[in-house]
């Protein structure tokens, strides 16, 4: 919201009201911005980036849930192989 508000975005309209280079802005942040330790504080880092970190944070998510679920079924097979 402060990036926002230091680029004159208008927070009270929708989306599809505001300007290409605002949209642009928002999906894709400020040109400047490098990463999330050199400019992360200081520059808005778009919908697109925080999407694309967000998606490494899920797939992270299924793969632990996936090893869970092994672990358990081989667990399962190895009380059932030995009754």
Do not use: N
């Not at 679920?69 to 081989?74: G, I, P």
């Amino acid at each position: 919201m402060k990036y926002a508000k230091k680029r004159r975005i208008p927070l009270d309209v929708p989306y599809r009201s505001l300007a290409p280079e605002q949209k642009h802005w928002v999906l894709y942040g400020d040109t400047d911005w490098i990463d999330w330790k050199k400019t992360g504080k200081t520059h808005w880092y778009g919908v697109k980036v925080f999407f694309d970190w967000l998606e490494t944070k899920a797939y992270k998510m299924h793969i632990r849930v996936l090893c869970r679920a092994t672990a358990r079924t081989r667990r399962a097979r190895r009380a059932t192989a030995r009754a």
